[in-house]
């Protein structure tokens, strides 16, 4: 028996269908267990509430599989789960926004840690739990099997394996996996490197958002900043902007970008790069009096953790305040934060105290975040992560 029990008291978070059970929670473990066992759950009284995966080296200890104490959690468990991940994406992802989407979100879609993206007919995956590497080989069996696609590449080079006590892994899974991988978005052409590109390759969490803001930008002179391998550009080229500027500290992903645009035949002329420091460029566009009708701020994550929020919220201070004064009358600034240590409502305090700053008046067009391939369980806010304000300048 592998058993962890909980504090008298402790159990509510469990009961109420939180996935996530904290080390300061656990009595004790009773049996010998391993990482990335499936551990039956107690209340302190003994009552069998369901069952885990364990993180002998994390915080989060344990990670709920399913609320049934008698449920097995094996390789038809994981099946089935699959099988209504696959079926929730049927219906959130439409036929015109293309052959990429995330297929496996986390807890949002019962599988704790695990994170699978597909890119036309190759999957990429992220164990980012102890419980999800336990599971593995089940994973990739039913992935094979409920998908039909036999190409499957692991991306868990991801900081986030060190706190489950798990080194960064990297390789084909299954299949014999491309290492560019050409995908269709809202009828734009993408190449997407599986293997070097950041987190799986390419950002879907963005795909709604891209295809919502690129119609801001039609007839206006747009800076793209920390513009990857071009996503904002190319919907902003596609819908007609007048000129595009894309800034990104990664020459690699900038020449990716360029590339992305000539597949899609997009001419060269209205579009410019540069390969710099976001917070630097924006200074210097400032000193030269630049301006601009639209600019796009989608940073990196600047707080992995709520205790770095402070920091991170005078990082998103700092670029949204210089790009507001670059900003031309009735432009727009379309402002994005992935952090998840920073509250949506936190985020448009930052952009609000940035407006003051800049001493411009803003009202919000639109409020956006992650596409609904990437869901929030609604006992799992914790997964809801991306935000952005569509803001318009008087
Ligand atoms: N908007 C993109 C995703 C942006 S990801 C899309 O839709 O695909 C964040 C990007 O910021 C990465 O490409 C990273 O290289 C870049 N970056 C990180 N720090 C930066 C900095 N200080 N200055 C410029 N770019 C930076």
New binding site residues.
């Given amino acids: 028996m592998k058993v962890i029990r909980l504090k008298p008291g402790r159990e509510k978070s469990v009961l109420q269908y939180r996935p996530w059970i904290f080390s300061g929670a656990i009595d004790r473990v009773e049996g010998i267990l391993e990482a990335g066992d499936v551990v039956d759950i107690l209340s302190s009284e003994g009552k069998r509430l369901g069952r885990a995966g364990f993180s002998p080296d994390s915080q989060i200890r344990a990670r709920m599989w399913t609320w049934d104490p008698d449920e097995t959690v094996d390789e038809v468990f994981i099946q089935r789960r699959l099988e209504n991940a696959m079926h929730y994406r049927k219906m959130v992802v439409l036929p015109e926004e293309g052959n990429a989407y995330r297929l496996v979100h986390g807890e949002s879609d019962g599988f704790p840690g695990l994170v699978v993206d597909r890119y036309a007919d190759t999957l990429v995956i992220q164990f980012l739990s102890a419980g999800a590497e336990g599971k593995r080989g089940e994973i990739v069996n039913a992935l094979r099997e409920g998908t039909g696609i036999q190409d499957i590449y692991e991306r868990s080079d991801v900081d986030v394996r060190k706190l489950e006590g798990l080194p960064e892994r990297t390789g084909t899974l299954s299949g014999n996996p491309p290492e560019v991988v050409e995908i269709m978005e809202n009828g734009i052409r993408f190449l997407v490197n599986i293997r070097t590109g950041?987190k799986t390759g390419?950002?879907l969490d963005?795909r709604r958002n891209?295809a919502v803001v690129g119609k801001y930008a039609r007839g206006r002179r747009v800076l793209n900043?920390?513009?990857?391998?071009g996503?904002?550009t190319a919907y902003s080229h596609y819908h007609g902007a007048d000129e595009i500027l894309s800034?990104?500290?990664?020459g690699e992903?900038i020449r990716a970008a360029m590339q992305n645009m000539r597949i899609n035949g997009f001419p060269d002329a209205p579009n410019h790069w540069l390969e710099?420091?976001?917070?630097t460029a924006l200074r210097k566009f400032r000193d030269q009096g630049r301006a601009f009708d639209m600019i796009l701020l989608?940073?990196?994550k600047f707080a992995h953790t709520a205790a770095q929020a402070e920091r991170a919220a005078r990082g998103y201070k700092d670029i949204n305040l210089l790009a507001f004064t670059l900003l031309t009358p009735g432009g727009l600034l379309v402002t994005f934060s992935c952090s998840g240590g920073i509250s949506a409502e936190l985020f448009q305090k930052i952009i609000a105290g940035a407006a003051v700053d800049a001493r411009v008046g803003v009202r919000i067009v639109e409020k956006l975040t992650q596409a609904p391939d990437h869901p929030v369980g609604i006992h799992f806010p914790e997964g809801e992560y991306l935000k952005g304000l569509v803001c318009s300048i008087t």
């Avoid at 800034?247 to 990664?250: G, K």
């Fill in positions: 950041q390419f950002y963005q891209r900043c920390f513009c990857y391998t996503g904002f800034v990104d500290s990664s992903a710099a420091d976001v917070f989608d940073p990196p």
